[in-house]
């Protein structure tokens, strides 16, 4: 339970042209989460973002959506973990991943940015990659202009892939705030594998 996931952050951007874009399904798994728990999330000054408790298997859990840009995400998610006294480990960061394609979703701890600006802001701001992340694949763009490519809307046939990975990770939240990290990653990873 000590390393059990405490705060789940979803990455995006701030409003409604961005809210159907590639780079913001990071932002739909955590309002995901909210909806599956009838939980409203809510925008916190003091966080710099929309913020939520929820409990999630008997376990008192954080719900943050960043408010402040992609690229200032580490302030928000600072906010929450220096108010709450949050551990790195006990953190999930949900962001978009050009390398995986729609409807492919993968649990990691630690690590680099890979490129990924709000990624690479928690890291600067947190001094340390040290917390899990889970990467929503959306594919690469075959003409390489990437940053249309994230700020896009995905097609209708993508846009179900992309939701009903996320749909798959909600039902693993319990191993999640359990700690029991390797469990979790192997339904996620299984494709053929009925959670």
């Known amino acids: 339970m000590e390393n059990g996931i405490r705060l789940f ?26 909806d599956s728990f009838g939980v409203s999330l809510r925008y916190e000054t003091k966080f710099h973002g929309l ?14 959506i960043p408010t402040t840009y992609m690229n200032c995400s580490g302030r928000a998610v600072q906010a929450v973990v220096n108010f709450y006294k949050i551990p790195l480990m006990q953190i999930l960061v949900a962001h978009d991943e050009l390398d995986f394609s729609a409807g492919i979703a993968r649990l990691k701890f630690g690590g680099g940015h890979n490129g990924h600006n709000g990624l690479r802001d928690i890291i600067s701001v947190l001094q340390d990659g040290g917390f899990h992340r889970l990467r929503l694949g959306i594919g690469r763009p075959q003409n390489k202009d990437v940053v249309n490519y994230v700020l896009g809307n995905p097609s209708s046939g993508d846009k179900e892939k992309i939701v009903t990975e996320i749909d798959k ?22 494709e053929h594998k009925e959670i």
């Open 51 to 64: 913020f939520a408790d929820v409990s999630i298997a008997g376990c008192s859990c954080k719900l943050l």
């Open 9 to 34: 952050v979803g990455l995006g951007n701030l409003g409604s042209a961005y809210s159907a874009t590639r780079h913001n399904v990071g932002a739909w798994f955590v309002a995901n989460i909210a």
């Open 169 to 190: 990770t909600i039902k693993l939240l319990p191993y999640l705030v359990a700690g029991e990290m390797g469990k979790a990653m192997q339904l996620l990873h299984d």
